[in-house]
T-cell receptor
Framework: AQSVTQLGSHVSVSEGALVLLRCNYS??????LFWYVQYPNQGLQLLLK??????LVKGINGFEAEFKKSETSFHLTKPSAHMSDAAEYFC????????????FGTGTKLQVIP | DADVTQTPRNRITKTGKRIMLECSQT?????MYWYRQDPGLGLRLIYY???????NKGEISDGYSVSRQAQAKFSLSLESAIPNQTALYFC?????????????FGPGTRLLVL
């Protein structure tokens, strides 16, 4: 079984400040890990993903995440928040086998304060 | 044109009515999914289909049924709608194979059951 925990359903940061959204996972097999973003009134779109290889993954819009196996974490960061980053962010995990069932976290709403 | 489309985008119905939500995709993907999104609960998988002849229940399939009419079309039905099925529904697609795990989401259908 696999699961995802996102700490903090709401996060507020000032424009220009560091963005840190936390994600911890559990998985009985090597995981694939994802961050998706949902802008208001839209579907989810992929920000970045980790499958194998380099543990620091860079995504769109300046976001990156680091897979830390020892901590079972995949936290999302961005050095400097923009107003346009205000959205809901979902961490997700799937197993690395052929089944590819994806389990989503409960989401974190990011508010960017001018 | 959008790769994954959902119709209708908004729907109000009454308890006991049968309704169908439709999803079409032009990405040529084999795999299609139906999720519901509720505030604070993230996305939960209702049904998924890995090809036209393969349909599987997700974690919350009770009260729902699906039909995969073609590779490009995947419909979700509520046989007898009830108020706790009020939610935002998303269709998603993905390709099969290692390295192709990304899911592509439609814009969502907002359903209100009175």
């Amino acid at each position: 079984a696999q699961s995802v925990t996102q700490l903090g359903s709401h996060v507020s940061v000032s424009e220009g400040a560091l963005v840190l959204l936390r994600c911890n996972y559990s998985s009985s097999v090597p995981p694939y890990l994802f961050w998706y973003v949902q802008y208001p009134n839209q579907g989810l779109q992929l920000l970045l993903k980790y499958t194998t290889g380099a543990t620091l993954v860079k995504g769109i819009n300046g976001f990156e995440a680091e897979f830390k196996k020892s901590e079972t974490s995949f936290h999302l960061t961005k050095p400097s928040a923009h107003m346009s980053d205000a959205a809901e962010y979902f961490c997700a995990v799937s197993d690395s086998g052929g089944y590819q069932k994806v389990t989503f976290g409960t989401g974190t709403k990011l508010q960017v304060i001018p | 044109d959008a790769d994954v489309t959902q119709t209708p985008r908004n729907r109000i119905t009454k308890t006991g009515k049968r309704i169908m939500l439709e999803c079409s995709q032009t990405k040529g993907h084999d795999r299609m999914y139906w999720y519901r999104q509720d505030p604070g609960l993230g996305l939960r998988l209702i049904y998924y289909s890995f090809d036209v002849k393969d349909i599987n229940k997700g974690e919350i399939s009770d009260g729902y049924s699906v039909s995969r009419q073609a590779q490009a079309k995947f419909s979700l039905s509520l046989e007898s709608a009830i108020p706790n099925q009020t939610a935002l529904y998303f269709c998603a697609t993905s390709d099969s194979g290692v390295g192709k795990e990304t899911q592509y989401f439609g814009p969502g259908t907002r359903l209100l059951v009175l």
